[in-house]
């Protein structure tokens, strides 16, 4: 079969039949086409097929043949320019993985419909992910780009850098046209592809490894095993404790173990290879939680035990404190795995250098983190070891380790020949380390007018298979349970446990999402305790400038907490079921350790380039620097060049974690910037100070972790927040998240909305659904199956910007890449809440409109609404205008009852005979989904016909098929949906017609937290 295809106007006979994404990118070159998920479920490798957007992960040419395909390459140099400018206005792009299929999705609406609303963009682009923006300024970008395109509309660019200006970032051109190299965007003649073979079982021995089929496979270079690492077998971020390779005798430790390297001269011939690989294993019992790995007979993970570490936090005498309060409450919380579902899978491309160093070109949150990993496996001096970031995809947290950039550098050093590895979504999610579950037991006390008197407690973390970052996330998690509140009765024990699990380590938020979810819902109790309202509590116990938090540091002039309350009061008190919640994060690495801020900027060509050292996610760290240096110098943008962070000329500046850059790395650029002030101002010229560097570096100098001292310095600055969440009164969902953020000084406000809008979609997700199960340690395989928010599903957000003076460090400016996305689930439960009384402990809550379709069957299952048979229904139509699940529609009030012959005495005890009118509940009789025409009605694996939201195209024919109406239109989500027994129209029915039915159900059994000695090791 011969396949024609016209690819930007360019006809093109392909050689085979292939997927169109690597169609485009391998054979074409076409980059802008991301493979983020190889699955059809993010998006990013949308291009337009004919003129409408399709998956190109998710075809082959032969389905496509004869038809135009057009990529972000394609658009005319004036579209191009107008996306530019409309992305960049709005502050719609951050790490620009998902930027050109977010275009290509606009282009294909905005040339059928020029005038699009906001719902019709978010219809349009609900199949593209994006982890970074929150889709908010997003939709106001092809809002803006659309007005440009229809009435010729231009956008002035904001030529002055000055801080507090919203300037657009400074990789926007290259991201919004395609022009941002990422590591898998790198090509190179003779460069081999990398696959391991990973361990198929948590914990296993490795007995033998049989490589002899493998190296059959046309194309393969080498088979690696430990045996062949130069230097020190194993890595680690902070404890070198996690195996580069598990050598035959060894024991692996979870699924993500690498058992060898395949190199090859094509991705598919390594990965046929790796298929070829036989290997022996014996299995081991493996540990599947904490609570296993406590256990005296329980196997040993590490040599050094099972746990990896105890925190203990005391101030004051928190138990004196409980015992004298006039209100205490015990809660246990729990909260679960998370995957940080970054859109660019993990990738490193590896070159020899001919001084027998490498270079490796990664994507990752530290380049010096990766040196200082990768140069003694290598068995390298570390300055033989240069390490390049490409633009990074998102991060979160979870490229604080290394996955695939010491492995490519291995082959690389082997084979003498350039080297690319990329992770498969699958090795992705089961590879990288997650978010830690925690088990948590707190009691709260408080005076008879809701002031905090103490807080004891108790945290259970499963750090999973390495230690990672395991300890410091620990120690945030109990540091920061206590709250912005001023208190000084505290007491709180850590502990952090390994198991075969996959490992877990950074994460936006860093152990206090967890923790605060907790106390902030704790606290909404007691409100409730003491007769006080949700916001009132906090607002009476709030920290305030010069007091003491209960980690006994004094906080300075720029603390906020109280005017973030202040922002949002308003709204709180004008609606019914609002939740709230408060956070505070400290910015940079704190507890005593040394927290380095480096910039050097370099004169060069009658231009200013800053080097600095710090990885830029997405979060605009290049972008906050420039605008400091033109601030401080007085010079205009187009002199100031910002450089991408490398370990060859940049100083270490420290990993992008912790929130630290704007504040620390931010100082640094400031003292520099001050240093070349001076030297212009002594009437030198850029021209005559050529060549000339200027250096700064900036020590966030704090006391150590249990610090004796009386009020030590934990954190150089901590931000501060209040969110609330408020729910629409006739659908149950989120109607508005309203965000206040002390930030200091904003540096660029848009670029502020932007990181505080993302944050809180990505806390929505940790709140209501995401999911990473696991199952006997093993973790899910498709992206899809974390059920990530998407543009037509997120709530309105209202980022509110709270500025206050009194940090005397990185220009004002505190950072907050983390605190935005901590406050937002205990806001969330503390809505429903409100809604229901019901108390939600656990994460993801239960019982909300945003169940996924296996837990709301499973909930259909437990509790059912049913008709009390000696009971009368009189049609006095209460519960539709009770209903707040669109399940009767007043305008559909003749379909939501039955008539029902009755004779006397029968089913009916008031002794009615004749027609009586009875509501109508879905008797599960099919005939909706052999109507379907997508087949988005389907049963499920308990009999069950449901309706998948995601598929349903609202085309009507099933309410048109339903004998009884039960099928009507949800209008704010354009779906279909089926009663979801909330119960509503039970609590309106006054004659005792209706009623839910609940299962008995088997009682679980309560594990109650150990009280665990610490490991003297």
């Not at 231009?154 to 022009?179: A, E, F, Q």
């Not at 420039?626 to 187009?638: A, F, W």
């Not at 973790?779 to 543009?791: D, M, V």
Request: charged share 25%; aromatic share 6%; hydrophobic share 35%.
């Amino acid at each position: 079969m011969t396949i024609t295809l016209t690819v930007n106007g360019r006809t093109v006979s392909p050689e085979r039949d292939k997927k169109l994404l690597r169609f485009l990118r391998d054979d074409l070159r076409l980059t802008s086409v991301k493979d983020g998920c190889s699955e059809g479920a993010c998006g990013v490798c949308t291009v337009l097929v004919d003129g409408k957007p399709l998956r190109s992960c998710s075809v082959l040419l032969s389905e496509i043949n004869g038809s135009s395909v057009t990529t972000l390459e394609g658009l005319s140099e004036k579209e191009k320019s107008i996306f530019t400018s409309a992305f960049g206005q709005a502050g719609a792009v951050q790490c620009g993985f998902c930027t050109p299929g977010m275009i290509m999705c606009a282009k294909g609406l905005l040339d059928e419909n020029p005038q699009p609303t906001e719902n019709e963009i978010r219809h349009a682009i609900r199949n593209n992910i994006c982890r970074c923006t929150g889709y908010v300024k997003i939709v106001q970008a092809i809002m803006l780009a659309a007005d440009m395109l229809r009435d010729g509309k231009s956008i002035t660019d904001d030529k002055n850098w000055k801080i507090g200006m919203r300037v657009p970032r400074v990789d926007v051109l290259d991201k919004t046209t395609g022009k941002a190299i990422y590591p898998d965007d790198i090509y190179i003649d003779g460069m081999l592809y990398a696959v391991a073979v990973r361990s198929k079982y948590p914990r296993a021995r490795v007995l033998s490894i049989d490589k002899q089929a493998a190296s059959e496979v046309s194309g393969v270079v080498g088979i690696f095993t430990a045996e062949d690492i130069p230097g020190e077998i194993k890595v680690g971020h902070l404890k070198r404790d996690w195996d580069t390779m598990i050598a035959v005798g060894g024991i692996t430790r979870y699924v993500g173990d690498v058992i060898c390297l395949i190199a090859a001269e094509s991705y598919k011939a390594a990965r046929k290879a790796a298929k070829r690989v036989k290997v022996v294993y014996e299995v081991l019992p493996h540990v599947g939680n904490p609570y296993e790995a406590m256990r005296a007979d329980a196997p040993k993970i590490h040599e050094d035990g099972n746990l990896l570490g105890h925190t203990h936090i005391s101030r004051g005498d928190a138990e004196k404190a409980l015992q004298e309060s006039h209100h205490v409450i015990t809660e246990r919380f729990s909260t679960p795995w998370t995957e940080h579902a970054f859109l660019e899978p993990e990738c490193a491309v590896s070159v020899p250098e001919a001084d027998g160093g490498v270079r490796i070109y990664s994507t990752d949150q530290g380049v010096y983190d990766t040196r200082r990993e990768t140069a003694p496996m290598l068995g390298l001096p570390e300055e033989m070891v240069r390490v390049e970031n490409c633009y990074v995809g998102g991060g979160f947290g979870g490229k604080e380790d290394v996955t695939v950039q010491h492995l490519s550098a291995l082959v690389a050093y082997l084979t003498k020949r350039p080297c690319k590895m990329k992770l498969t979504r699958e090795e992705s999610l089961a590879v990288h380390p997650k978010r830690h579950p925690m088990d948590m037991e707190f009691t709260l006390g408080c005076d008879e007018n809701g002031i905090i008197k103490g807080l004891k407690g108790k945290v259970i973390s499963d750090t999973g298979a390495y230690a990672s970052l395991g300890i410091p996330v620990l120690q945030r998690a109990c540091t920061h349970a206590s709250g912005p509140y001023n208190y000084q009765n505290l007491e709180i024990d850590g502990y952090a446990y390994y198991t075969n699990n996959p490992p877990a380590g950074a994460f936006r938020g860093f152990g206090v999402t967890q923790t605060c979810f907790a106390i902030e819902s704790l606290l909404n109790y007691m409100a409730d305790e003491v007769g006080i309202s949700h916001w009132e509590i906090r607002y009476r116990n709030a920290i305030r400038p010069g007091q003491c938090l209960p980690n006994g540091q004094i906080v300075d002039d720029s603390t906020g907490l109280v005017e973030t309350l202040l922002a949002v009061k308003d709204e709180f008190e004008s609606n019914e079921n609002v939740g709230i919640a408060c956070a505070m994060k400290n910015a940079g690495v704190g507890v005593g350790i040394p927290d380095y801020g480096r910039v050097r900027l370099e004169v060069k060509k009658g231009k200013v380039l800053i080097h600095c050292g710090g990885s830029c996610l997405g979060q605009g760290l290049c972008t906050v620097l420039k605008q400091i240096v033109c601030d401080v110098t007085g010079l205009p943008e187009n002199m100031v060049v910002e450089e991408r962070s490398n370990t060859a000329n940049a100083p270490d500046s420290g990993t992008s974690s912790g929130s630290r850059h704007t504040t620390i790395s931010g100082e640094a650029a400031r003292r520099a910037a001050v240093k070349l002030r001076e030297a212009l101002n002594e009437n030198n010229s850029l021209e005559q100070l050529e060549g000339r560097d200027f250096y700064a570096e900036y020590l966030a100098k704090t006391d150590p972790f249990g610090s004796d001292l009386p009020n030590p310095k934990s954190h150089v600055a901590y931000g501060y927040a209040t969110q609330i969440c408020i729910l629409d009164e006739k659908t149950d969902k989120i109607k508005r998240i309203v965000a206040a953020h002390d930030v200091g000084r904003a540096i660029n406000p848009t670029n502020v909305e932007g990181q505080i809008e993302g944050g809180v979609v990505m806390g929505l997700g940790y709140a209501l659904r995401e999911r990473y199960q696991l199952e006997d340690c093993i973790p899910p395989t498709k992206y899809a199956s974390l059920q990530i928010f998407r543009a037509d599903e997120v709530p309105q957000i209202k980022a509110v910007i709270v500025e206050r003076a009194g940090l005397d460090v990185g220009s004002g400016a505190i950072g907050l890449g983390e605190i935005v996305s901590i406050p937002t689930a205990p806001a969330v439960a503390d809505a429903y809440y409100k809604l229901d009384g019901i108390r939600r402990r656990n994460l993801p809550v239960i019982d909300t409109p945003y169940e996924d379709i296996e837990q709301r069957l499973a909930a259909r299952k437990a509790r059912m609404l049913v008709i009390n048979k000696d009971a009368r229904c009189i049609g006095c139509y209460e519960c539709v205008h009770a209903c707040s699940k669109s399940y009767f529609r007043t305008n559909k009030a003749s379909m939501a009852f039955i008539r029902v012959q009755e004779r006397k005495g029968v089913g009916n005890k008031s002794s009615i005979q004749g027609t009586i009118a009875r509501p109508v509940v879905c008797i599960q009789c099919g005939k909706c989904a052999k109507v379907c025409p997508i087949g988005a009605i389907r049963q499920n694996r308990y009999g069950a016909y449901v309706v998948d939201i995601q598929m349903c195209i609202n085309c009507g024919k099933c309410r048109e098929a339903c004998p009884f109406g039960v099928m009507v239109e949800d209008t704010d989500n354009n779906v279909t949906k089926k009663c979801l027994a909330c119960g509503a129209c039970v609590k309106a029915c006054s004659m005792g017609v209706l009623s839910l039915y609940s299962p008995p159900q088997p009682i679980l059994e309560q594990v109650k937290l150990p009280l665990v000695t610490e490991d003297k090791r």
